[in-house]
């Protein structure tokens, strides 16, 4: 087994989060990490830049349940997550049991993946009252989506999003109030063909052709 995956750090390279909820990265040796206190008092790196250059979508996942506290600390991240006017437009259902899992990947034909997730977060929202209402709900679903994917990457757990088309068999899964909707679903659980690491080549459009400076 390589020993990047049984937690042995090794020479100083990119970083490479494990299989397990213990965080194993590999880090320059000039690198100098801001510290921070996590829920249980322990002070820890924070590599955001990291997590953002790691994270990727994952819709195959190994059996391995997510730790309870890993699980509060992605949730944390949502809640934590900005709003139009602090509106914070969000409730999240989680959901780890296997039947609810199964029936909820059904609610929209791209939803598959989550039927074999340890975990679904689902992500509630109220009905929007006029256009401008729902303009601001999906920027705010957005970051909060965004917030929760990469805590999430920072702790090695891979997430896949979907959305729901099937609103009435969400209700009855989920219960949710007859003024809600499902916005969005995330499966989550540790990635079933490689841990997660940094995407040296993402497949995305050349920087300069991205940025523009001043003007267009």
Known sequence: MNPINQGIVGQSCGVVIGRSSQRVRLVASNDRLPLVRDRGGMMSSMETWDALRARRNVRKFTPQPVAPHDLDQILEAGRR???????????????????????LSRVWQGAGHVAGAATAIAIVAPQPEDARRANLLQYDLGQATMAIALAAADLGLGTGHAAAEDQNLARDVLGFPTDRFLAYLLSVGYPADRPLRIIERPDRRPFDDVVHRGRW
């Open 81 to 103: 997550a900005p709003s139009a006017g602090n509106w914070q437009p969000w409730d999240f259902i989680v959901v780890t049991d296997r039947t609810q899992l199964e029936q």
